[in-house]
């Protein structure tokens, strides 16, 4: 492999790693805010009880999310030196606002979100928990700044082979940012939508911790469900405002060499040098319908008519839109059924319903990350389209270093994505029957319980002054 190829791996290994932990966190900082809310209302123990174990989930991969990121910030520096230098002068202040306005406010509060709760008032638990919320929703709007300039560049000039800021406003707000940044808010709030309802329809099927799990996945699944013709919309008109701009990216989605297909290309397997698809199946005339033409007379177009040198990889293009279009419509599906089984009061036993929103939990994960890959993959060969090759932009690095970096974060990577894995199975065996405030003891009570293992049975002893009181506890 060129050094041009290792170093596009290595980064690429490092966004996907980082971008599974923001497709988690950053809807479930929105998912406690709102249980915390409802605690501090209501004053009803079980959504202290969500809230308390949503923390934890929450704690560890925003943790590991952090990580990740400060990886991706070096790797631009160092693998991608040139990119760094010709783009500092926009790039390197919207990063630094990202730092200012987004880092500062959550590690500013994080602090008392994870360890406030009995030590401060819940008024202050409550706007701590807002401002982490708010913190990663500002994050994620200036990477989509950044990474939208880079899509659609607008509002500079280049000076001496530097890329220098005319109008920051038109930087800022690029042709597909306006749009790409409401449809990321969106699809995280959705994937930790199915990240909590998947975790909670777990609870169900074991029959543990029903209060607690029909609450979780109630809001879970009533958020989808209000959201997923909102994201559809929404992801329509990214469509329409940035491939424009990329009619090589959208060549490639659609999966054909040649014109005057009118049908959609379900599955094919590329064959990027010889410019034809190995296999392919078609759905007839739902290609021209998409583009809003039912008479099945328009035909998709070709990737053809890109010349060979600013062709994007079909196969990963292709591929990842189909990933994303796919899990899109299972979710809008177990949405739309969760809908019609709340209407018929049947959500909370139907069992095969359960069954199935288990392993629907990583499903919105898996869409972001198939977005992410059409959006990147489908700039190519750009890093800023139209603009700087991405061949012109990486470091003149020994190949060796870098093949031993891309197997060593990759290693590292597979270790910590396994470890957070190992931590929300351990989690959920454990469950939210330990986060009932209803069976603990109150803050200024001594301490006297008894140690026991993860997942085992133990007799917990709470000395009160009255006498002695048994709880068990599992």
Not at 35 to 60: C, D, K, N, S
Not at 335 to 345: D, E, G, P, S
Not at 351 to 378: Q, S, Y
């Amino acid at each position: 492999m060129s050094l041009l190829d290792l170093s596009r791996w290595q980064f690429a290994i490092t966004v996907m790693f980082h971008m599974t932990f923001p497709s988690i966190t950053v809807g479930l900082a929105i998912f406690l805010s709102v249980v915390y809310g409802l605690y501090w209302r209501t004053g009803r123990p079980v959504y202290l009880q969500m809230f308390r174990f949503w923390r934890r989930i929450f704690a560890v991969g925003f943790a590991i999310g952090v990580v990740a990121g400060a990886v991706i910030t070096f790797q631009m520096g160092l693998n991608w030196g040139v990119y760094g230098a010709k783009t500092g002068p926009i790039i390197g202040p919207i990063i630094g606002m990202e730092v200012v306005t987004a880092f500062f406010v959550e590690a500013g509060f994080i602090g008392v979100l994870l360890y406030g709760e009995g030590r401060v008032r819940k008024g202050t638990m409550f706007l701590s928990t807002v401002m982490v919320s708010l913190g990663t929703i500002l994050s994620s709007t200036w990477i989509i700044a950044a990474n939208s300039w880079m899509q659609t560049p607008a509002g500079f000039k280049v000076v001496h082979g530097r890329f220098e800021p005319t109008d920051w406003m038109r930087v800022i707000f690029n042709p597909s940012f306006v749009w790409r940044w409401p449809h990321m808010v969106v699809a995280v709030l959705i994937s930790a939508g199915f990240f909590v309802a998947g975790i909670s329809a777990y609870y169900l099927v074991k029959g543990r911790a029903k209060g607690f799990a029909r609450r979780s996945m109630s809001i879970a699944l009533g958020i989808a469900a209000l959201l997923m013709p909102v994201q559809l919309y929404l992801g329509d008109n990214v469509a329409g405002h940035e491939l424009p701009y990329q009619l090589s990216k959208l060549e490639a989605m659609e999966g054909n060499w040649d014109n005057g297909n009118t049908g959609f290309v379900l599955f094919a397997v590329p064959d990027q040098q010889a410019a034809r698809n190995i296999a392919q199946l078609d759905i007839p005339c739902l290609g021209s319908a998409n583009a809003k033409d039912l008479t099945c007379k328009t035909a998709t177009p070709g990737l053809k008519l890109t010349p060979a040198a600013d062709r994007p990889d079909m196969a990963a293009t292709f591929w990842g839109f189909r990933v994303m279009w796919l899990a899109a419509l299972l979710m809008f599906g177990t949405a739309f059924a969760a809908t019609i089984l709340r209407m018929r009061n049947r959500l909370w036993t139907a069992r095969r319903f359960h069954h199935f929103v288990l392993w629907t939990t990583p499903v919105g994960i898996l869409a972001i990350l198939g977005g992410w890959v059409l959006a990147e993959a489908g700039r190519q060969p750009w890093i800023v389209f139209g603009q700087l090759r991405t061949s012109d932009a990486v470091s003149k690095l020994a190949p060796g270093e870098v093949l031993f970096s891309v197997i060593g974060f990759s290693v590292l990577y597979l270790v910590m994505l396994v470890a957070y894995i190992a931590y929300i199975l351990r989690t959920m065996r454990i469950g939210p029957e330990r986060d009932d405030a209803r069976h603990q003891p109150p803050p200024d009570a001594p301490d006297t319980t008894a140690s026991a293992l993860p997942g085992s049975s133990a007799v917990h002893r709470l000395t009160e002054p009255t006498g002695t009181a048994e709880v068990a506890a599992r």
